[in-house]
């Protein structure tokens, strides 16, 4: 079975706060992809990052970081110095290779307070 | 930057009727899938067409639901008898293949908004 876990339902933080937003995978696959997408309040899903399982670099953009470990089977999103607009909802999903389809977690709501 | 469109952005249906969502995926991309979130929930798998055929496709996807590519750039979403629990926003993303048969990161577009009264 595969599946995506996003404990965290709801973070609030205040502005410049780091904050990082959690996702536990489980695949039976040897070769799979992660991904983070962003759904703003307007509603759309924005790609931010994706991951391949044979890849396990961790990956900085600007102030966003992305931490891959397969040994605990997560693809932890950290946000430095977050900011108003960072507030949304983030999806982190995985793909099999085995499948055409993206398995979403439930999202994580982060709410940054000015 | 290519983005992946759809219209309408919202629809309002009585219970029963058909609606046909429409998307224009990006023009380079091969595969294309419908995704759906129920307000407030996670964002679920409906469908992935390639090659003019389903390539996959999840339980929700019953007989009530249709995929089809009807000309070089459109790609719709049937739904043909609309039931309350249909009431969703419904997502469109492509993607372009990669060496060796797998696919690249899927695009998404905006999103149609479907209430069904």
């Known amino acids: 079975a595969q599946k995506v876990t996003q404990a965290q339902t709801e973070i609030s933080v205040v502005e410049k706060e780091d904050v990082t937003l959690d996702c536990v995978y489980e695949?039976?696959?040897?070769?799979?992809?992660l991904f983070w997408y962003k759904q703003p309040p307007s509603g759309e899903l924005v790609f931010l990052i994706r991951r391949n399982s044979f890849d396990e670099q961790n990956e900085i953009s600007g102030r966003y970081s992305w931490n891959f470990q397969k040994s605990t089977s997560s693809f932890n999103f950290t946000i430095t110095a977050s900011q108003v607009v960072d507030s949304a909802v983030y999806f982190c999903?995985?793909?099999?290779?085995?499948?055409?389809?993206?398995?979403f977690g439930s999202g994580t709501r982060l709410l940054v307070r000015p | 930057e290519p983005e992946v469109t759809q219209t309408p952005s919202h629809q309002v249906t009585q219970m029963g009727q058909e609606v046909i969502l429409r998307c224009v995926p990006i023009s380079n991309h091969l595969y294309f899938y419908w995704y759906r979130q129920i307000l407030g929930q996670k964002v679920e798998f409906l469908v992935s067409f390639y090659n003019n055929e389903i390539s996959e496709k999840s339980e929700i996807f019953d007989d009530q639901f249709s995929v089809e590519r009807p000309d070089g750039s459109n790609f719709t979403l049937k739904i043909r008898s609309t039931k309350l629990e249909d009431s969703a926003m419904y997502f469109c993303?492509?993607?372009?293949?990669?060496?060796?048969?797998?696919?690249?990161?899927?695009?998404f577009g905006p999103g149609t908004r479907l209430l069904v009264l």
């Open positions: 999903a995985l793909k099999a290779d085995s499948s055409y389809k993206l398995i």
């Open positions: 993303a492509s993607s372009e293949p990669l060496a060796g048969g797998t696919q690249e990161t899927q695009y």
């Open positions: 695949t039976r696959d040897t070769t799979y992809y």
